[in-house]
């Protein structure tokens, strides 16, 4: 196949990357979001389980993870949207000698916060947290939570013992929350140096004692900037929102057709509001009554209403993994989803209405976005 | 002592584009990683772990014999031999 050429964008753009399980696609529109075009794929061949924007002190700086299926898993750059990429010759994510453990995926790749305008970090497989503080030229990994003395009790769930969820706190760069499967939530307080189990309150359906310490099996968690105590969960069976900070957490599966699913999103604007792809469950996974649907808050969990204009309401057995769903920073939010059956879809007025952007893409593992030139990272 | 390591493909952007490497005085093929770590660290890395193991899609055969089925990377080399570096059919996507 012919090598892609790299994404032609503007300023004032809204770039929407797509990672999928052979590679990754990148969409750009003007702010009304109406038409989309594409470029890719990237990285051909490579699982790509995550992207990121870099567009702090000027870069315009694409990141991803290739998981090449033989050779192993670096974490690639690109400073021209995608035409040309970096290859590492040896690995830039690597564990040290001593623990023994060898890199399987990178699931995660996050900007630090805006006090921190070169630092990045990393989730990686076996879960475990990286951090480079040089824009990405070296990465070292974060000791605080390696060396916690949980996590030679974490378990793997389905896709494997990943850390596949950073949230730094977007005004104190000392405070992040991360979260891995199975093994829960975890904050620091004091730049990674120590870590605390953050799981008062969340169920652990599969253990015979069901409100552990820790050993959830958290899929995903957001924080609406604003708001930064607020979080929100989705778990392994069961929806939550913790206005502490993650110390305790609150059950807010209420009316929903599923409290199992694997994507949670804040709106970019409105700390009441979020957004959720319920599953019919962990057997099935797959739209509860095969009806695509987003489920969103408008009241922090008190009630759930479903987003279904455009959506396919017959037959529509489709999966959407924790980080096939994303929102833009503009007003009205422009949201997105992609699936595992390889559908890319947006709206461009916060939900209430969905086009499909692209069909018969590999199947979706993640899916981000960025507005080119008027934030510096992606979402 | 001198023993030929080919590449596939996807590995000579890290040999300088070459597909055989020659590799001296190594008598294991755990050595001959060695060696080849020494001057082209990015094939080192795509052939084995980070705890030195051979990656699961990869295979490593010496002549006509993979050394899985003979000792693992402790399988030695001879002057003249062969070490094919191949992308296993488990893999891929």
Known sequence: ?379 | MTVRVRLPEPLRAFADGERDIAVEGASTVRAVFARLAETHPGVRHRVLTETGDVRPHVNVYVGDENIRYLKGLDSPVRDGDTVFVLPAVSGGQ
């Open chain 1, 1 to 379: 196949m012919a090598k892609a050429k790299g994404l032609s964008v503007r300023e004032g753009d809204v770039m929407v990357m797509v990672g999928t399980m052979k590679g990754a696609f990148l969409f750009r529109a003007d702010a009304k979001r109406r038409r989309w075009e594409r470029s890719g794929p990237y990285l051909q061949g490579n699982p790509v389980y995550a992207l990121a924007y870099d567009g702090r002190r000027g870069r315009h700086r694409l990141w991803a993870s290739a998981n090449n299926p033989f050779f192993g898993t670096t974490l690639r750059a690109s400073d021209d949207f995608g035409a040309q990429w970096t290859q590492p010759k040896e690995p830039n994510i690597a564990f040290p000698k001593k623990t023994k453990l060898s890199l399987l995926n990178i699931w995660q790749v996050v900007l630090g916060n805006a006090a921190e305008p070169d630092t990045l970090y990393c989730g990686v497989e076996p879960a475990a947290l990286f951090v480079s503080h040089d824009a990405g030229e070296k990465w070292e990994l974060v000791k605080g939570l390696h060396d916690h003395p949980h996590r030679a009790k974490w378990e793997p769930g389905g896709g494997g013992l990943c850390l596949h969820t950073i949230v730094p706190h977007p005004k104190d760069p000392k405070r992040m929350h991360i979260a891995v499967s199975t093994g829960g939530v975890y904050r620091t307080t004091n730049g990674g140096k120590t870590w605390a189990a953050s799981n008062k309150g969340v169920r652990a359906e599969f253990r015979p004692d069901k409100y552990p310490v820790f050993g959830q099996c958290v899929h995903k968690i957001d924080r609406h900037p604003s708001k930064p105590d607020r979080l929100f969960l989705q778990n392994h069976w069961g929806l939550y929102r913790s206005d502490n900070g993650g110390r305790s957490w609150t059950d807010i599966a209420n009316g929903v057709p599923s409290d199992f699913g694997f994507p949670m999103l804040t709106h970019p604007h409105r700390a009441n509001w979020a957004y959720i792809m319920p599953l019919e469950s962990d057997g099935f996974r797959c739209m509860p009554s095969a009806k695509l649907r987003v489920f969103r808050t408008k009241n922090a969990g008190k009630s759930w209403e479903p987003l279904a204009r455009g959506l396919p309401q017959k037959d529509a057995y489709e999966t959407v993994l924790r980080d096939g769903l994303a929102a833009d920073a503009l007003r009205p939010a422009g949201i997105y989803f992609g699936t595992r059956s390889g559908r890319l879809y947006a709206s461009a007025n916060d939900g209430a209405s969905w086009k499909l952007v692209a069909d018969s893409l590999p199947p979706i593992t993640c899916v981000k976005t960025a507005v080119i030139g008027r934030e510096a990272r992606s979402a």
